[in-house]
């Protein structure tokens, strides 16, 4: 059976997401947050690039 290529489904058809521009700081490491490509709750953590990738592969591990 061959397959057939997916069309409109590539990464070349999405667009950048709008960032949101403020300013917060990181939960983790405290730095200062200017712009992020999301709507922060004001119940939710909020973390720098760094302390999320960490967050993240500590959460793969287990």
Do not use: H
């Not at 590539?10 to 990181?26: E, H, V």
């Not at 947050?33 to 960490?54: G, M, V």
């Amino acid at each position: 059976m061959a397959f057939q290529k997916f069309e409109g489904g590539s990464k070349k058809d999405f667009s950048p997401r709008p960032m949101i521009k403020g300013n917060w700081k990181c939960s983790g490491c405290n730095v200062e947050i200017t712009e992020l490509p999301f709507e922060p709750a004001a119940d939710r953590p909020i973390y720098c690039r760094e302390c999320w990738s960490k967050k993240r592969a500590e959460k793969l591990e287990k």
